[in-house]
Every structure is written in C-alpha cells, then in structure tokens.
T-cell receptor
C-alpha cells in the first residue's frame, strides 16, 4: 500500500481567495491524480500530474483555475484559485502503485474545503 | 461512453442481514473493476478489485464481488452486515490508462 498525507485536512476560505493543497507520498510514484468530490457526489478526476511534465486536465477543468505542481516524485500541490462557494468540495489526491501484476490507486484522506 | 451506474443511492439493512450493492458499467475495452469504501470524514479504501481470471473476487472485511461480463455488472456482496459497515460505497472502472471512472455511490445505513 501507499501512505499518502494531505495538508490541510480542512479549511474554510473566503470567496475570491486561493488555497493550495499539498499531497505527500511515502515513496516515489510516477503518476499522481487529483479528484474533486462535491457534496453528496461521486469523485471526478481533475487532472493527472506526472513529474517533469505539465499536468493533463480533464474536460471541464483548466489550469488557470486549478494549477498543479509536481516538483518531485513524492509531492504534488493543487491550487484552487479565485474560489467561489461552488468550489466547496473534498479534494483528494491519489497515486498509482504496483500491486501484484497490476497498478492500483491509493487515495489520500482528502481536504475538505468550504468557501463562504 | 465510459460510465459507471450505481442504481441505489441509499440502502438500509439490519445488522446481520445480507447485502448486495449493484454496479453496472459501460467501458470500451477490458475493464478493471474496483469497489471502494468511504467512511464519514475519511478517504477511500479499496475493498476489492477485478482485473482478470476468477470472476468471483474476495476482498477485505468479508466483502466479495462477482464480475458478470454478459450483464456488465460487478455487484458487491456481504453475507452478514456489521454496524461498522455503514459508509459510502463507490464502484469504479478503469483500464490500462489508470484513469478511474467512479459511480455516484451508495450510502449504506445499518440498523441494530
């Protein structure tokens, strides 16, 4: 398994501000993923972050709103920019790790964001 | 289009009763299928996964799931539910690209 930590675990922010969420993994991984889970909803992939290249964003998500950094193989950040109440969600990072003969995704505990 | 459907938004069972959570998927290639559980305020924990081989897979906490290709289903079962099983359950499908597509989840309530 993988040990994944996220900071902060939760935050309450004002409209128009930005928040950077950190994701730390206990060992080197190639691919890291950022998901959003809106209240009462399922998980939606925001982007895939590979070290040494720009993040790949899913439809409906743009770099200006959700800039991502991936400075090394154990760390990534997601910034939620110019926040509005609609950005209130749980943000989760996950990593791929080889488990047996296939890759498996392990998730961090999530960051619960409330935007007032 | 790739998608996962969990028809039951909310299920309530009595402790000790059997449980089946439904999951149907649409995926263009060979699917890799997963069930995750999310307890309140927690991240996601993998219960079990199917990649190939035996279509009945065993997972943690006494859960099992059966892959039925003809029905495009991967239903989760447990013969006897415990109060600690109360949580949100997510079915997901993926493939070689490693991107996961999640269903909308089923919230399980367990009454004593």
């Amino acid at each position: 398994s993988a040990v994944i930590s996220q900071k902060p675990s939760r935050d309450i922010c004002q409209r128009g501000t930005s928040l950077t969420i950190q994701c730390q993994v206990d060992s080197q991984v190639t691919m890291m993923f950022w998901y959003r889970q809106q209240p009462g909803q399922s998980l939606t992939l925001i982007a895939t972050a590979n070290q040494g290249s720009e993040a790949t964003y899913e439809s409906g998500f743009v770099i200006d709103k959700f800039p991502i950094s991936r400075p090394n193989l154990t760390f990534s950040t997601l910034t939620v920019s110019n926040m509005s109440p609609e950005d209130s969600s749980i943000y989760l990072c996950s990593v791929d790790r080889l488990a047996g003969s296939h890759n498996e995704q392990f998730f961090g505990p999530g960051t619960r964001l409330t935007v007032l | 289009a790739q998608s996962v459907t969990q028809p039951d938004i909310h299920i309530t069972v009595s402790e000790g009763a059997s449980l089946e959570l439904r999951c149907n998927y649409s995926y263009g290639a060979t699917p890799y299928l997963f069930w995750y559980v999310q307890s309140p305020g927690q991240g996601l924990q993998l219960l079990l996964k199917y990649f190939s081989g035996d279509t009945l897979v065993q997972g943690i906490k006494g859960f099992e799931a059966e892959f039925k290709r003809s029905q495009s289903s991967f239903n989760l079962r447990k013969p006897s539910v415990h109060w600690s099983d109360a949580a949100e359950y997510f079915c997901a499908v993926g493939g070689d690209t490693d991107k996961l597509i999640f269903g909308t989840g089923t919230r399980l309530q367990v009454f004593p």
